[in-house]
């Protein structure tokens, strides 16, 4: 059988109808944290694409790794974006006329789903999700086509609790700071990585993972950075935004697209699988 039938639920259920009987009793356990098992290698060749494999398109491959987030950012207006997973929303928030071009160009090959462009003044507001407090792994995933200047700590995300006197205390955050960046932080403290110099007006896909032991940033598909950090985060309430912050000065540039999170660390297979969907290799 193909082991396709990771949830039971209905964003699943109609990409796998093809392969998949509901109530499969074989089917993984949907709370395991483990990457999408491989594909059944008996399944007749002359059959449409399992949902679980590149060919059946990056949306397809996304949602068969389990995300616990998934926003395309291809609506035509505010207020808001959905979340492919669960159907809830994120708010989008611009601070003057036009900060916000929805209908851009999207980053995926083949693929005439629409992105967001932003000019520095508007974001995407995710409410208080996403805390992934103690050593709790997870993933963060996007494609930024940045534009001119976006050498002032941009934001791709950010979940960040502040002291009074504005630092960082806990949270994460992912960057165009002249290179592409992310930063864990406990207690003030942070663990960070640095990547390479992101390709002005053309997309990247950054995904960043830690494991519960060591913080990674994966850029166009490769590793990057690594970096060892094992301290204990608290379960703060923080706002999560992408594409900027509720702060001035460090809203993203250019195109957003193919926003996503994940409850666990996405391994490199998984992370090169992504990017060669969306490039359509």
Not at 168 to 183: F, K, Q, R, S
Not at 192 to 199: A, K, R
Request: with cysteine; aromatic share 10%.
């Amino acid at each position: 059988m193909t082991f396709c039938s990771l949830r039971q639920i209905d964003y699943l259920r109609e990409a796998c109808a093809p392969h998949c009987g509901e109530g499969d009793a074989n089917a993984p356990d949907a709370g395991a944290d483990t990457a999408a098992p491989p594909l059944d290698a008996s399944v007749d060749a002359d059959a449409s694409p399992s949902p679980c494999s590149a060919d059946a398109g990056y949306r397809a491959l996304v949602l068969c790794d389990r995300p616990l987030a998934y926003f395309r950012l291809d609506e035509q207006g505010p207020p808001q974006a959905n979340d492919t997973v669960d159907g809830s929303a994120g708010a989008y928030v611009a601070a003057e006329a036009g900060a916000i071009a929805y209908g851009a160009p999207g980053a995926i090959a083949a693929d005439s789903d629409k992105a967001i462009h932003l000019d520095g003044n508007g974001y995407v507001g995710g409410g208080t999700a996403l805390s992934f407090p103690g050593k709790a792994p997870f993933s963060l995933e996007a494609w930024v086509a940045p534009e001119g200047d976006n050498f002032s700590y941009r934001r791709i995300f950010e979940r960040l609790v502040f002291d009074g006197s504005g630092q960082p205390l806990d949270g994460y955050i992912v960057y165009n700071h002249t290179t592409v960046g992310a930063e864990r932080y406990v207690d003030g403290g942070s663990a960070q990585v640095l990547g390479p110099q992101l390709g002005n007006l053309a997309y990247s896909h950054v995904l960043v993972t830690f494991d519960g032991s060591t913080l990674r940033l994966y850029v166009n598909g490769a590793l990057a950075a690594s970096t060892p950090t094992d301290a204990a985060a608290g379960d703060v309430t923080a706002n999560l935004f992408f594409g900027g912050t509720d702060r001035p000065g460090a809203g993203w540039v250019g195109g957003l697209d193919e926003v996503a999170a994940y409850g666990y660390a996405l391994d490199a297979s998984q992370v090169t699988a992504h990017y060669r969907a969306g490039r359509g290799e």
